[in-house]
């Protein structure tokens, strides 16, 4: 084990004795395909977030940006297929959990997420190839990583680069964020939703229009 583990971001940790029905997890993250621009602002929040001593290293991070050309149908019209790879929070207790040799597992109490002990963890990587989704990472230092949800307040959401407050008013985009923390049902909505198509203004006209300089003119 490393001298300094990631921290994990809950409200808590509740353990299940076996046999007994582990509530699922009600909201999850997910990301709309052919919207991400490979900003990687996701990972560098996600890996301070957890960071005991602020190291900014985004292969400390729970989520990963890919690029995976090889993938056509996880790429748009323009060629572009930067896809974010985040954990699905699959029904209680997950494929990961189930098998570790360790039971070094628990459950945030808010989220239901399933989380990882790190001081019970012998880094043996069952969890690695146990997860459908490739989304249990390994740190350099061999500590296993799995999103923790944030306990209900994920950072990846909030510093995700295309949610509208975070776009300059003088450069317009043609797209909605990439990163969402919802229950299925609202996020298919959202994800049926007609992107606006907007025009790009510029910078300095959107600055006139603002008044905020004057035309030489």
Request: proline share 9%; aromatic share 6%.
């Amino acid at each position: 084990m490393t001298a300094i583990t990631q921290i994990e971001m809950v409200t808590g940790a509740v353990r299940y004795a076996p046999g007994e029905e582990v509530p699922n997890v009600a909201k999850k993250l997910f990301a709309l395909r052919n919207q991400c621009t490979e900003c990687n602002v996701c990972e560098i929040a996600c890996a301070l977030a957890h960071s005991p001593d602020g190291t900014v290293n985004p292969q400390l991070a729970r989520l990963r940006i890919d690029h995976a050309p090889e993938k056509p149908s996880k790429i748009n019209p323009l060629g572009i297929g930067f896809i974010a790879e985040i954990c699905h929070h699959c029904g209680n207790p997950p494929p990961c959990a189930e098998v570790c040799p360790t039971d070094a597992f628990y459950y945030d109490p808010e989220t239901r997420a399933a989380v990882i002990e790190q001081d019970n963890c012998i880094q043996c990587m069952e969890c690695v190839p146990g997860c459908p989704f490739d989304v249990v990472f390994v740190a350099p230092s061999g500590e296993l990583l799995k999103c923790d949800l944030c306990g209900g307040e994920p950072v990846c959401v909030k510093a995700c680069s295309t949610r509208p407050e975070m776009l300059n008013e003088g450069k317009q985009y043609n797209r909605l964020p990439v990163l969402f923390f919802e229950d299925q049902p609202e996020f298919n909505r959202i994800s049926k939703q007609i992107i606006e198509k907007r025009d790009e203004i510029g910078l300095m006209q959107a600055m006139l229009e603002r008044g905020e300089i004057s035309s030489s003119a």
